[in-house]
């Protein structure tokens, strides 16, 4: 499920789902809260857990939609890469990465996932959030 929380009333989250259906989805009270704030490429350190959702292009690299940086709690947070439902055929990687500039000049996050590198292409305007840690409330 994706959307927005419009609010919260005591246990129970009104969120806009992408369809622009209300849902009331009701919380455990143990239940972790990750908010994200916007963040950019060059707050990626070479320590960041990271979470890129890309969608593959025809030379077998990957466009990013979305990068991800975990807080440092969430590091292995499900590591790995696996078909995403952001989008029909979009791929999500969560693992290490860093980020550098290709020979022609364009940013892309490296990756290092279980011994196998790999790359996913992006623009400093795809890098949208960090999920901090928080709490309910």
Known sequence: MRGTIERVEDDVYVV??????????????NTGVAPS???????IKPVSY???AALPL????????EVHIFHESM?????GH???DLQPNSTMTNAHG????????????EFEVQGWGKKDYC??????????AGERG
């Open 16 to 29: 806009k789902a992408r369809d622009g259906s209300i849902l009331k989805l009701i919380i455990a009270a």
């Open 37 to 43: 704030v916007r963040s950019n490429l060059s707050d």
């Open 50 to 52: 990271i979470g890129v």
């Open 58 to 65: 025809p030379d077998g690299s990957q466009r990013a939609l």
């Open 75 to 79: 590091r292995g947070t499900g590591e």
């Open 82 to 84: 696996r078909s995403w």
């Open 98 to 109: 860093r980020v550098d500039r290709g020979n022609n000049g364009r940013p892309f996050v």
């Open 123 to 132: 623009s400093d305007r795809y890098c949208d959030c960090d999920l901090s």
